[in-house]
Nanobody, 124 residues
Framework: QVQLVESGGGLVQAGGSLRLSCTAS????????MGWFRRAPGKERRFVAA????????YYADSVKGRFTISRDNAKNTVTLQMDRLKPEDTAVYYC?????????????????WGQGTQVTVSS
């Protein structure tokens, strides 16, 4: 059974940084694009960032562009999200997801597998 397990969430003050990791098992990781999404309280799940299977292309939501960086290590089956200059509006549960097309897009429906999420709370 495919598993995506996120880690690295927590409580941080505005302006601080967090690094989220997601480790995949039971799938051919290098065949999948990987994405990060988030669900803020009372809101729908929204796209944050994605990276193609090779890592050659990365995509970001406008709200995080310039502050967040997505990367991957295919040898370790891991995708990370470095979050800098965090804002209170970044508070959400963050999910990683795997897209079998390999190209990494923002549509939730493109992703076959999802982690259980990790909470990020940014205090003002």
């Amino acid at each position: 059974q495919v598993q995506l397990v996120e880690s690295g969430g927590g409580l941080v003050q505005a302006g601080g940084s967090l690094r989220l990791s997601c480790t995949a098992s039971k799938l051919t990781f290098r065949d999948y694009a990987m994405g990060w999404f988030r669900r803020a309280p009372g809101k729908e799940r929204r796209f944050v960032a994605a990276i193609t299977w090779s890592g050659s292309s990365r995509y970001y939501a406008d709200s995080v562009k310039g502050r967040f960086t997505i990367s991957r290590d295919n040898a370790k089956n891991t995708v990370t999200l470095q979050m800098d200059r965090l804002k209170p509006e970044d508070t959400a549960v963050y999910y990683c997801a795997a897209d079998p097309s390999g190209i990494g897009i923002s549509s939730i429906g493109a992703y076959d597998y999802w982690g259980q999420g990790t909470q990020v709370t940014v205090s003002s």
